[in-house]
DNA sequence: GGAAAGTACTTAGTATCGCTATGTACTGCC
DNA sequence: GGCAGTACATAGCGATACTAAGTACTTTCC
């Protein structure tokens, strides 16, 4: 049986909601022109942020299937010199714009919250 | 039936996952000495944020729910001039604590997410 | 040629939390 | 007596991150 996790550990969980598909999406802004497949992302990701915005695998390929259904992103397959097929993810129109305006509205719950201290 | 929620909209309710948390910490965190009720904390979260985090009370006392069971707040009851019996809530040495950890996290990760812009 | 390690993606099942909706109840004012 | 404002509680629902397990391709090394 498991240890119930502390309040803490939950909320490092939960505080990630959101925050990460907006870090793939930044991530994916990051490389307009080329795109970036799910395994560099992940990587990048995990360097980018120290570990702190990591993920695993069954947490990210949900995340870019979501945002290829809702349009964020295009995609498309490339042969890769060292495994299986990889697919590679570009921003659309749309992505681009959702992607302002989250950035936007992070910045205001972060100034909010700044304020409230 | 309902119309299905935008990518947006499901969005800004998951990024409030946590963050709701926080700010209701930081709140009564403010309000150190005399502590602060329920509907008086939804009022100043409101004004404070202009509404951006603003809460129902069906979210409120949930959370409040929470944080007392994990012994991050203390509860007593006082007298309304104005309505039913209050419930003030006061910081605990634990919330203090944890408030002062999850402060430097939120900080961390916007931190990061800057960066990753 | 086969095992192992690294690359790369997929999906089922679970827990958690914020939201909507609804209900209860006390006070003061007209 | 009814209404508005104050004050709290909770059931049910939907969305998402996590765990865990699986598939499959390439290169390296013995």
């Known amino acids: 049986m498991k240890k119930t ?24 802004s990051r490389h307009k022109e080329e795109g ?6 992940a990587r990048e990701l995990d360097e980018k ?6 993920v695993k695998e069954g947490t990210l390929y949900p ?6 259904k809702e349009r964020l992103l295009n995609v498309r397959t490339e042969k890769s010199e060292a495994g299986p097929v990889r697919k590679v ?9 959702v992607y302002r305006e989250l ?15």
């Open 49 to 54: 942020t120290d570990g702190l915005l990591g």
């Open 63 to 68: 995340i870019l299937h979501r945002l290829r």
């Open 5 to 28: 996790p502390s309040f803490e550990d939950s909320w490092k969980v939960e505080i990630r909601r959101g925050i990460l598909q907006y870090a793939v999406l930044a991530i994916v």
């Open 89 to 97: 993810y570009v921003l659309t129109g749309d992505g681009d714009r």
């Open 36 to 41: 970036i497949h799910g395994y560099g992302l």
């Open 103 to 117: 950035t936007s509205i992070l910045g205001s719950i972060f100034d909010k919250l700044e304020a409230l201290r």
